[in-house]
């Protein structure tokens, strides 16, 4: 079997498809490779595919009215972005960027619409998704609106862990290349600010940040900070 079907099957929402409606969905799909920093689609661009991460890490940001950028998610593999307007006539609502380098399915938005509509079982899985995703968001969210900036990088740090840290050598490992600017831009803050946080957490030991990822140490010492702050 090609290597395309193969990326096919391995989608979430795809799961639970038969060989045949499997070959269908490939035939309408396009593998497409982007190199680590590479753009995808822009922010007000006209939207023209839905994309699947088979491999790598998605960043998408907005433009705030300030002009500053904001970091809406991350998404690794298994993914769907973007996660809104899939029956309407709207631009890209964000800009999709690749962390590393990434492999992606791509479909164009007519024939993804036509296939929700002839498959239902699809377009639950697609809504289960866009929840998933959407309380990911509002927690995040509520993280960053509260607390003082070291209060708000030990939050998005503990979400982080919980969306992709894995057990490893005595701690977490959160295998996703984060530079203090994404974490400024995440939380809204400088990144003079974020970089003092970080450089403290360091100095405690407390975790320790490479080109490759964020490997926390302590977890429990990190979430005691949240009730003595």
């Not at 057990?167 to 600010?193: C, H």
């Amino acid at each position: 079997m090609d290597h395309k079907f193969e990326v096919v099957k391995r989608v979430p929402v795809f799961s639970g498809l038969n060989e045949e409606e499997l070959k269908k969905v490939s035939g309408i799909a396009f593998l497409r490779h982007y190199r680590k920093h590479s753009t995808v689609f822009t922010e007000g661009q006209e939207r023209s595919a839905v994309y699947f991460i088979h491999s790598g890490i998605i960043k998408v940001t907005k433009v705030d009215n300030n002009g500053n950028e904001q970091v809406i998610c991350l998404l690794p593999k298994g993914e769907m972005f973007p996660h809104v307007g899939f029956f309407d006539d709207i631009p890209y609502p964000g800009t999709a960027q690749t962390v590393t380098d990434c492999e992606l399915l791509a479909i164009p938005l007519g024939s993804f619409n036509q296939l929700l509509s002839s498959n239902p079982q699809i377009a639950k899985s697609v809504m289960k998704m866009m929840d998933k995703r959407l309380l990911q968001m509002q927690r995040r969210l509520h993280g960053v609106i509260s607390g003082d900036i070291h209060r708000k990088m030990i939050v998005s740090l503990l979400q982080l862990v919980e969306e992709y840290g894995n057990e490893k050598d005595g701690g977490v490992y959160i295998s996703i290349p984060l530079t203090n600017q994404d974490f400024a831009n995440m939380l809204g803050m400088s990144r003079e600010s974020v970089n003092r946080v970080l450089n403290q957490l360091k100095k405690d030991q407390l975790l320790e940040i490479s080109r490759k990822g964020i490997f926390i140490y302590n977890l429990d010492a990190l979430k005691s900070l949240l009730s003595s702050s």
